[in-house]
């Protein structure tokens, strides 16, 4: 009697511990003494649950250390056992900065930084597979691409959202014009000939007048004694990363004749500008 005391309930029970202890994954406890028991609990002191059972499984939400106890008990003789381990629980955050879509433009680059934490490894990945050599905690991006970052600490893994770097090339901002030398009060047409993708277009046409419209039309209205006045058009164009270019044309109009005017000797020089008086 005293011999089996001494193997079931002296200490010489013993349970296993399912690995890596990871937050968010359920790991497993198994009884590992191999004695026959007539009841196996297991108690998780964090929260105080138990499990009656030579098995338990549980799974714990965030990063904490427990002591989980194991207590075997047996009839013949009557007698029972304790066993604890005690265990941490790692829990991984991969994240960076900046998260938003990020448009850049040929020859710039944007930094991605990590969230940093003391025993973190990294591993940054451009459209699911490993960067070569990108292990740092900032990676420094040029190229088009989907990116997210790989954080293990202890066996534990976290993968961060994705990120999506644009890269655009440079515009090349052009554009045609009708009616030069047109007669104040009619309509000028312009037509954007620019090339580059996604471009939204600013024109400024020299007169404090404006427009975001691709192909804007505009009637400078000016009257005077001068036959023919210059504006000066603007047009920029830009891509979704602030790449840009612009160009600048001369627009000439005909001024209108002012029918105030009480001397009309010059008014030859308005023979292309119809206008009428009261």
């Given amino acids: 009697a005293g011999s089996a005391l ?15 202890l990871c937050a968010g ?35 714990y939400n965030s990063a904490t250390t427990d002591t989980v106890w194991m207590y075997r008990f047996f009839s013949a003789p009557a007698c029972s056992d ?19 879509i990020q448009n850049i433009c040929i020859g710039d680059s944007v930094i991605l930084n990590a ?7 990294y591993q940054w990945q451009e459209s699911g597979a490993n960067i070569g050599g990108a292990t740092d905690s900032s990676l420094t991006v040029k190229t088009s691409g989907t990116y997210r970052l790989v954080v293990t600490q202890n ?9 999506v770097v644009n890269v655009f090339n440079y515009p090349t ?25 996604s471009l939204s277009y600013s024109w400024t046409f020299g007169d404090g007048s404006t427009s975001t419209s691709q192909n804007p039309t505009h009637v400078y209205d000016t009257v005077g004694t001068r036959t023919i006045v210059s504006y000066t ?25 002012d029918p105030s005017i009480d001397d009309f000797n010059n008014l030859p020089k308005f023979v292309q500008c119809n206008v009428s008086s009261n």
């Fill in 233 to 257: 058009a603007r047009l920029i164009t830009s891509t979704p990363g602030g790449c840009a270019d612009t160009i600048t044309k001369t627009i000439y109009v005909r001024r209108r004749p």
């Fill in 115 to 121: 969230t940093t934490a003391a025993g973190y490894s």
């Fill in 155 to 163: 066996g534990c893994a976290d993968t961060s959202n994705a990120t």
């Fill in 25 to 59: 994954q359920s790991i497993t406890f198994i009884d590992t003494t191999g004695a026959t028991k007539d009841s196996v609990i297991f108690r998780f002191s964090s929260d105080g649950t138990t499990v009656i059972n030579d098995t338990a499984t549980k799974t």
């Fill in 82 to 100: 304790t066993v604890f381990q005690l265990i941490t629980i790692t829990q991984v955050n991969a994240a960076f900065t900046p998260s938003a």
């Fill in 173 to 197: 901002a052009d554009f045609n014009f009708s009616a030069d030398s047109a007669c104040s009060g009619s309509s000028v047409s312009f037509t954007n000939t620019s090339t580059g993708s």
């Fill in 6 to 20: 001494s193997a079931q309930c002296l200490g010489n029970s013993g349970f296993s511990v399912s690995s890596p």
